[in-house]
């Protein structure tokens, strides 16, 4: 299982058309075959400037792979991402299967 975690600040205000209209794109990229437990949460510690996060899991290399080749998250990065993101983090995370008890 990998998880895929991005958080971000958007280079639109708070509220406003431009802001409605990227996270209305993004929430889009759940249909794409392979994500599951497709999440937008907002920011809300004063520890991060990033005002939002995305996460998603994938159940191997191959649908992750997919996913990020997919034609309409390839569209997305050009439509959006690229031109309403002002900074960003990204990170992919694998179970280490290691719970204590």
């Known amino acids: 299982m990998i998880e895929h975690t991005v958080t ?3 280079k ?3 509220g406003s058309t431009d802001e409605k209209t990227f996270l209305a794109a993004a929430a889009d990229l759940a249909v794409i075959p392979g994500v599951k437990d497709f999440a937008i949460r907002r920011q ?3 520890k ?3 005002t939002f996060g ?3 899991k994938f159940d191997n290399q191959e ?3 997919f996913y ?5 998250h390839q569209a997305f990065i050009k439509e959006f991402w690229l031109t309403t993101v002002e ?3 990204e990170a992919d995370f694998e179970s280490l299967n290691t719970v204590a008890h």
């Not at 990020?68 to 309409?72: D, E, K, L, R, W």
């Open 8 to 10: 971000f600040r958007l």
């Open 87 to 89: 900074d960003f983090q």
């Open 12 to 14: 639109s205000a708070p």
């Open 68 to 72: 990020s080749n997919h034609q309409a």
């Open 54 to 56: 995305i996460s998603m």
């Open 44 to 46: 809300t510690s004063p």
């Open 48 to 50: 991060n400037d990033h």
């Open 63 to 65: 649908e992750y792979d």
